[in-house]
Every structure is written in C-alpha cells, then in structure tokens.
Nanobody, 125 residues
C-alpha cells in the first residue's frame, strides 16, 4: 500500500522560507511522476512542480526561481524548498505520485493516483 506523508509546513512572514518533505512508503515503481500541488481556500487544486524518475522537472510559472524540488531516492523522500514566499503561496500543499514512464509528467491533479494528507503553508504580509 502506497503512503505519502508530508511535513514541514508552517507559518512564515512574506519573504521567508520553508522546506517541505514527503516521505513515500510502499512505492516500488521504478518509473514515475511525483510532485507538489497546492490548494488555497475556494480555489482549485493546482500544480506547483512535478518531477519524473529521471529528474526532469516542470514548475508552475508562479513559483519559478523561488521553489526548488529535489528527491532523495535512497530515503524515498521528496523535498520542496520554498524561498521568497508570498502571501499568495498560502495553501494546503500536497504530495502526489503516479506510476508513469515519461519525461513529460502531467500537471493535472486528476492524473495522479496517490496523495498525501497535505501540510498547511501560511504566509503573512
């Protein structure tokens, strides 16, 4: 059974930084897409950044240059380093994964099979 567990959320002031982690267990797929999505109150869930098993990434325009995704395959952990945070980054952040052999990971949430429970990020001005 695949489990994704996010951690690292919190409250920061505008311009601050946070590092999110997503621990994966029971995930034995060698080819996959995995990434971070977020959902603000009253808004649809949206892609933040996705990465495939070979390391190809796709960032949302709103976070390019500020957020960095990385993965430690030995620890089965995905990270999201978030710098220069803005109030509009406030949302619940989710880790999601899908077994998929591609270097063009989809950015649509409904194409991902496995989800974590989310971690809240709040940025105050």
């Amino acid at each position: 059974q695949v489990q994704l567990v996010e951690s690292g959320g919190g409250s920061v002031q505008s311009g601050g930084s946070l590092r999110l982690s997503c621990g994966a267990s029971g995930y034995t797929y060698s080819s996959y897409c995995i990434g971070w999505f977020r959902q603000a109150p009253g808004k649809e869930r949206e892609e933040v950044v996705v990465i495939d098993s070979r390391g190809s990434t796709a960032y949302a325009d709103s976070v390019k240059g500020r957020f960095t995704i990385s993965q430690d395959k030995a620890k089965n952990t995905l990270y999201l380093q978030m710098n220069s945070l803005k109030p509009e980054d406030t949302a619940m952040y989710y880790c999601a994964a899908d077994p998929r052999d591609t270097t063009d990971c989809p950015v649509y949430p409904w194409m991902y099979s496995y989800w974590g429970q989310g971690t809240q990020v709040t940025v105050s001005s």
